[in-house]
């Protein structure tokens, strides 16, 4: 199973953490990095294979593609700002995190807005 050679992976890059975090904290933060990156590197064929799944289903729904274009967008900034932030916790600077944290939510919102304004639509049309 995939998760046990992450898990296994995550362990032996949280050692080399811990071990340079005290003494080289630069070298600790590329060092986490790193392994999320690889870690990411890990679950991207199943990733592909979710997508995958998410179209046929969007098609076999008659949901058009733009919709779920703009939720792949959103999941896409949701995992890469919390990705990002955790990194920037990781290295102390919290405020930094929290500006990342900030801005994904408000693209989020940016991007929401095509969506929540055809269902908006459906609403009114139902009424």
Same mark, same amino acid.
């Given at each position: 199973?995939?998760? &046990?050679?992450?898990?296994? =992976?995550?362990? %032996?890059?949280?050692?080399?953490?811990?071990? =340079? @975090?005290?003494?080289?904290?630069?070298?600790? /933060?590329?060092?986490?990095?790193?392994?999320? !990156?690889?870690? &990411?590197l &890990?679950? !991207?064929?199943?990733?592909?294979? %979710?997508? +995958? =799944?998410?179209?046929?289903? #969007?098609?076999?729904?008659?949901?058009?593609?733009? +919709?779920?274009? !703009?939720?792949? *967008?959103?999941?896409? /900034?949701? +995992?890469?700002?919390? &990705?990002?932030?955790?990194?920037? @916790?990781? #290295?102390?600077?919290?405020? !930094?995190?929290? @500006?990342?944290? =900030?801005?994904? *939510?408000?693209? /989020?919102?940016?991007?929401?807005?095509? $969506?929540?304004? #055809?269902?908006?639509d459906? $609403?009114?049309?139902?009424?």
């Open positions: 199973m995939e998760i &046990f050679k992450i898990v296994a =992976f995550a362990f %032996v890059a949280l050692s080399i953490f811990l071990l =340079f @975090k005290d003494r080289r904290n630069d070298l600790s /933060i590329l060092i986490a990095l790193v392994a999320g !990156i690889i870690i &990411f &890990f679950i !991207i064929g199943q990733l592909s294979d %979710v997508i +995958y =799944f998410l179209k046929n289903i #969007a098609d076999r729904a008659n949901i058009d593609s733009v +919709y779920i274009g !703009i939720v792949f *967008k959103i999941l896409a /900034i949701a +995992y890469l700002a919390s &990705f990002c932030s955790e990194i920037c @916790k990781d #290295a102390g600077a919290s405020s !930094i995190a929290s @500006k990342v944290d =900030f801005s994904a *939510k408000i693209l /989020i919102l940016g991007l929401a807005i095509p $969506i929540l304004m #055809a269902v908006l459906t $609403i009114l049309q139902m009424l």
